[in-house]
Each structure stands twice: as structure tokens, then as C-alpha cells.
């Protein structure tokens, strides 16, 4: 089975979804390997473009996915799915035997070049959410789709 790898931007600072994540992680690994990989997020100073930040952040992350990968990236204008959808796209993805990788960008987002080597997009909501919840979201999202494929309780 492939491993799922998650790059996220910066640490995250809520204890209490720091827990959240902890817990998810740890329920997905009864499914796949996970390795969970923090890049450091860009410091924001006076006279730094946004685009700069991206950037800076973009080559940390690019360094950390492998040329195999299947790269699965969060954006507010990306595809929308509820939960069984996601779970047939999850499976998908599994199906092919490579590894996965999500990206969460930082306060900012996602630079382009990302977008660009992004295999596949999506939103978690209409909703703007920080970028520290939406990794909460994310692995609460593909645990219950593990569930879901696999026919267990926890969706029913």
C-alpha cells in the first residue's frame, strides 16, 4: 500500500488541534504508513512581497516531494467533494500504487508552482478556514474515508 505524506507550512500553534492531528495521524496509520513532514514557513518582513514568501516556501516544499508522487494540493478554488466522493477519490488514488502526497500551504496559501505540479485539487469548503484547521479537517476527512472504502462504523 502506498504512503500518504502530508507537507504543511509552518508548525502548527493550537495545542488543541496539534492533539487533533496527533489523533487522526495515528488512526490513518492503521491504514498506510503517514509520514508528516513541517516546513518552515517564511518570515514575513517589511518590504517582502507575498510572491516572495511563496516562493521561499515553494522551494522547501518542492525539496520534500518525491518525483513519483501523486501530489494532492488544498485550495479554496479547488474541486469540491463530499465525503463519499472524496472516498472514491481517495481510493483512486491508492489504486495506483504511488506514493501520495497533500500540501497545505501557509497564511498564504500556495505558490503557483505548486498549483502547477499539484496532480490533483481541492477545497475542503466554500468556507475560509486557517490553514492549521484545515490539516484537522484533511485527516479527518481521509480517516473516514478509510472507513468508508473499507466498510467500517465509524461513517455509518
Given at each position: 500500500?502506498?504512503?500518504?505524506?502530508?507537507?504543511?507550512?509552518?508548525?502548527?500553534?493550537?495545542?488543541?488541534?496539534?492533539?487533533?492531528?496527533?489523533?487522526?495521524?495515528?488512526?490513518?496509520?492503521?491504514?498506510?504508513?503517514?509520514?508528516w513532514v513541517e516546513v518552515?514557513?517564511?518570515?514575513?518582513?517589511?518590504?517582502?512581497?507575498?510572491?516572495?514568501?511563496?516562493?521561499?516556501?515553494?522551494?522547501?516544499?518542492?525539496?520534500?516531494?518525491?518525483?513519483?508522487?501523486?501530489?494532492?494540493?488544498?485550495?479554496?478554488?479547488?474541486?469540491?467533494?463530499?465525503?463519499?466522493?472524496?472516498?472514491?477519490?481517495?481510493?483512486?488514488?491508492?489504486?495506483?500504487?504511488?506514493?501520495?502526497?497533500?500540501?497545505?500551504?501557509?497564511?498564504?496559501?500556495?505558490?503557483?508552482?505548486?498549483?502547477?505540479?499539484?496532480?490533483?485539487?481541492?477545497?475542503?469548503?466554500?468556507?475560509?478556514?486557517?490553514?492549521?484547521?484545515?490539516?484537522?479537517?484533511?485527516?479527518?476527512?481521509?480517516?473516514?474515508?478509510?472507513?468508508?472504502?473499507?466498510?467500517?462504523?465509524?461513517?455509518?
Amino acid at each position: 500500500m502506498p504512503k500518504l505524506r502530508f507537507i504543511v507550512v509552518g508548525k502548527t500553534k493550537a495545542p488543541f488541534l496539534r492533539q487533533g492531528e496527533e489523533f487522526y495521524l495515528n488512526k490513518i496509520k492503521h491504514y498506510v504508513s503517514t509520514e508528516w513532514v513541517e516546513v518552515r514557513g517564511a518570515k514575513i518582513t517589511k518590504g517582502k512581497t507575498n510572491r516572495q514568501v511563496l516562493k521561499e516556501e515553494a522551494s522547501q516544499i518542492e525539496r520534500r516531494i518525491g518525483a513519483k508522487d501523486l501530489v494532492v494540493t488544498l485550495d479554496m478554488d479547488g474541486n469540491i467533494m463530499d465525503s463519499l466522493e472524496f472516498s472514491k477519490f481517495q481510493a483512486a488514488l491508492l489504486s495506483r500504487g504511488q506514493p501520495i502526497t497533500f500540501v497545505i500551504g501557509g497564511p498564504l496559501g500556495l505558490d503557483d508552482s505548486i498549483g502547477k505540479r499539484a496532480n490533483e485539487t481541492f477545497s475542503l469548503s466554500r468556507l475560509t478556514l486557517t490553514h492549521e484547521l484545515c490539516r484537522l479537517v484533511l485527516l479527518e476527512q481521509i480517516y473516514r474515508a478509510f472507513t468508508i472504502i473499507k466498510g467500517e462504523k465509524y461513517h455509518k
